[in-house]
């Protein structure tokens, strides 16, 4: 394992959290992993008494849909495992990469450089090896760095990641890896429709899937995931000060993926006259990151008056919605 190895990485365009960031960022521009992407991202959720912040829904069994995307062969096993086993880490991830598998697992931060705790406290996150370089001792790594940002590449030396996965806080976590499988993936229309329907209607997508496992409750779903943001709001005035602009993003890069979903089924004759529809939701993409900029000023500022425009502008992101989708579900073809 003396040469240098590279995995294919690109920049999401959903990545405000490292669930869905990870295994977008390693899907090559192919047509099943395009089918995948604009059949499924769809659904939001949230649950205040589960603890689960406002993101994207998959199959109602964890929010890191890695695991149940086809079009990956996927493996896990327990970081308690190898670290009980005196298994060399560097060893493993070599191999990982090697057969082509992307190496998902926990480390400490306080050893991982361009983090906003390096070197300060101690605080245990994922992160995505996709290359190495035996040469140079380093490992190619994906995550948030020090402005909270997805950013690649960030060069962790051998042995800092050593220390970082030794020292990682959780032990009953899994490793996970994954790689593109041989199999494709159709485009579902009616998956789409389905839930553009549960998303419009607020509706709980995970009582279609209780073959998996029994139906969420106490989650909200779809249009109804706008309350988060207006509770967070109404605490800010009531004086709750840590800011959290992350379901603001989650909104923002829903509305672009939106617009993403709208060109592809356009091109690919699965809607009719798009023109209107494009338009609506370029209108309502703006008007979502009007109200990601407002909040990211307030986080500055810590102005109240900033608030009451971002619920002025999240009550008309609704109304706009409502009336986008309404149109998008008219007008698919299947």
Known sequence: ??????????????????????????????????????????????????????????????????????????????????????????????????????????????YIPNRVVYNKTHFSHGIMVYGYDPKAQVLYTAGYDVTNHYKFPNEVSFEAFK???????????????????????EFDCLQVRELLSDYLHSKNTSTRLSILQNPLEGYKFGISVYTYLKELIYNHKAGYKRVDWRPFYVIWEHKKCMIERIKYMYNTKHLLHADTLYQQFINIEKCARI?????IKYSITLNIEILDRVNSHIDNLIISEKKALELFISLIVE
């Open 163 to 185: 220390k970082a996965f030794k020292n990682n806080g959780r032990p009953e976590e899994n490793i996970f890896i994954f790689k593109r499988n041989n199999k494709t993936y």
């Open 291 to 295: 109200i990601l900029d407002l909040y």
């Open 1 to 110: 394992m003396d040469q240098k190895r590279v995995l294919f990485i690109r920049n999401p365009f959903i990545r405000a959290y490292q669930d869905y960031a990870f295994p977008m960022s390693t899907m090559e521009n192919d047509i099943s992993a395009n089918a995948w992407i604009f059949s499924n991202v769809i659904q939001l959720y949230y649950s205040l008494e589960q603890k689960v912040p406002l993101t994207y829904f998959y199959e109602g069994i964890t929010s890191n849909p890695s695991k149940y995307i086809p079009i990956f062969d996927k493996q896990s096993f327990n970081i308690k495992t190898i670290s009980n086993n005196t298994i060399d880490i560097i060893d493993l991830i070599m191999y990982c990469l090697n057969d082509g598998y992307y190496f998902t697992t926990t480390v400490d931060e306080f």
